[in-house]
């Protein structure tokens, strides 16, 4: 599994954007790259997956640079609501068994009013 | 929207006995995932179930653990004997491929 390495925390104001950035320099070929969202006493939510350039959904983008070294999930207005804590994976979608998400840290966004 | 659903929302025991936690998978999906989260610390994976069969497991997922698909739409996770540091939040999760898995809303163990 290739290694992420995301902020740890991000702190933002209702109604900004929040951008924020994982750096996965190992990525395979096969990898797709896959964002989850995590509200405290909740699992994980699945929000973005992206193969490369750009991915929009009614939640959020995915921004994938050419070289797909990193990753951008961009939160567009973000709410109150949107205090969570954010994981990036890399894994690869070809494999024939089941997969173990790694989940490590994430980053722990805070939004203030 | 279909959703993955998880009994009982908390579950009390005492040090060395058995629990089995229940699981309702979305119901077309073919894989089938156990994740545990200890409190403040991230979530872990346990196991991943396919084809009727263990898939994956991780270190945690030692003998005191097992799954099972008794019917055609339950998935349990049963701990043999607890220990006090078995007390966690765990997820089941389903999906139809791989990366994209949803999750429960989660069973909390308390061992006393």
């Known amino acids: 599994l290739a290694k992420t390495t995301q902020p740890i925390s991000m702190d933002s104001y209702e109604g900004q954007e929040v951008n924020i950035t994982c750096s996965h320099n190992?990525?395979?070929?096969?990898?797709?790259i896959t964002w989850y969202q995590q509200f405290p006493s909740q699992g994980p939510r699945f929000i973005i997956q992206g193969y490369k350039t750009k991915v929009t959904n009614e939640v959020a983008s995915l921004f994938i640079p050419a070289d797909r070294k990193s990753s951008t999930l961009s939160l567009p207005r973000v709410s109150l609501s949107d205090t969570a804590v954010y994981y990036c994976l890399v894994g690869d979608m070809l494999a024939n068994s089941g997969y173990a998400l790694n989940f490590g840290k994430g980053t722990s966004l805070l939004v203030t009013p | 929207e279909p959703e993955v659903t998880q009994t009982p929302s908390h579950q009390v025991t005492q040090m060395g006995q058995e629990v089995i936690l229940r699981c309702v998978p979305i119901?077309?999906?073919?894989?089938f995932y156990w994740y545990r989260q200890i409190l403040g610390q991230k979530v872990e994976f346990l196991v991943s179930f396919y084809n009727n069969e263990i898939s994956e497991k991780s270190e945690i997922f030692d003998d005191q653990f097992s799954v099972e698909r008794p019917d055609g739409s339950n998935f349990t996770l049963k701990i043999r004997s607890t220990k006090l540091e078995d007390s966690a939040m765990y997820f089941c999760a389903s999906g139809e491929g791989l990366t994209i898995q949803y999750f429960g809303a989660g069973t909390r163990l308390s061992v006393l």
């Open positions: 190992n990525i395979a070929t096969n990898d797709y």
């Open positions: 119901s077309n999906h073919l894989y």
